[in-house]
């Protein structure tokens, strides 16, 4: 399908079929919305042009994904508990509504055996460290990272080890073998202090964000060109959130995360009437991101990175994100779960990592859930790019992980539309 | 006027499954494939790099 959207007087088509991007002046923008307008022989000419060439009007793929029951990742729970009392924490402050517990040794390395038996010819294994706070349980997470290295050694296979950290406990050691271990980390900060502060507390009900700042930029200094995200999340009273981007970006991050956050707390919640405003808001960031970029003070900004030429096959976009097939979580106790998401909601449980996948029918319905069982999908623009959402946002919002959440839809095409305009912006510098 | 600012690059595998899962790469809250590159061709632009 063809989207027109205009951004800053400037105009776009993005070609869902065939995935290209292509700028146009108003009238031809108008004129392939379907707007009765008079066009020249030479401008018809144009547009089918690009139609031969396939990148306009292209035909949407209807191919259903290759079924495989290889797994691929897991999300380790190792540890249900946590150092801080964040007011909007899905995971209800690390606990998950049960009992504070840690996971034992046993059950991460029966989680390593799992992820390995069920691998099958997969060479590349994922393994997330989350929690709660991971490194509370710290002598785990280093004696599992060190069994998973050795066993994938064995087998022919590569364990890319990720963790997500508030960053108290990152110092000395535990900093040291992060950085030497894991692929990716994601580290919670909120930005401004005050904005962090309001929501990331002490269990004494403090603000914590003196007390992470200093060991998160030393960490990240430490951490050279190796990947790291330094990940917050907005809620209803920082609406203009990319204060708190920029913030953090001034402060000398360079890979930046900001998620709406995932609550029904009232005074937290993003709810309808706050969408103009956060739409405002991605804009105001995605200008001065053009801004820095282009003055050689570039930051990654994870939702502006649309990669439309090197990006997912479509495969991949179809498929989504593999929760409940190829990618489970595992709680401290060594039950499975589709993803972190649901971890703890009882009719959920899949199996357990020492009896394997328990639940047949829910492993089914999670490899058969692509993109095209989606119908409220079908005539989005943006289906490709975002593959219909996050299965446990649909079911906690709307009841059904098939049935997207308007609330998510809506902030995901506004960021579609900024990183495409941030694309077309580098492509002019570019010449 | 129109003008192509991108156009994806023809994959010469698809559906390898070596990329990664997609929730685990930033956020953990709000899965986007499409924010995500392709772990092949990104690959095989550093080995061009170099």
Redesign the interface.
Known sequence: MIHTFCYHEKH??YDSG????????EK?ARYLSGEPVSMTKE?LA??DA?KRAG?LGAPETKAR??K?H?A??L?LHICHDCNLRCKYC?ADEGAYHAAREMMPFSVAKAAVDFLIRESGD?K?L?M?F?GGEPLMNFGVLKETVLYAKEEAQKRGKKF?F?T?TNGLLLDGERAEFLNEEME?V?LSLDGRPEVHDAVRKTANGKGSFALVIDKIKNFVKMRGDKHY?V?G?FTAKNLDFSNDVLFLADEGFDSL?M??V?TDIPDLAIREEHLPQICAEYEKLCDEYIKREAEGRYFNF??F?????????????VS????GN??FSVLPSGDLYP???FAGEKEWRMGSVFTGVERADLREKFATNCLFTRKKCEDCF?K????G???A?NYHFCGDINEPYPI?CAM?KKR?EC??HA??ER?SREK | MIKTIAKPAEKKVTGCGECRSTCQSACKTSCTVGNQSCERITREQKIEKK
């Open positions: 776009y088509v065939s995935g290209s991007l292509h700028e146009c002046d031809t401008e144009e547009i690009l990148l994904p290759i495989s290889a691929k990742a999300c899905f997969r590349v994922e997330d989350f890319l990720t997500t990716n994601v995200y990940r999340t995360s998620e709406p995932v994870f939702h990175n649309v990669d439309l030429e090197g990006g997912p096959c479509l495969e991949k976009r989504a994100c593999g929760a190829e990618y993803c972190h998401q943006a490709f790019i975002c593959s959402g996050c299965n946002n998510t995901m579609i990183g495409m694309l077309a492509r």
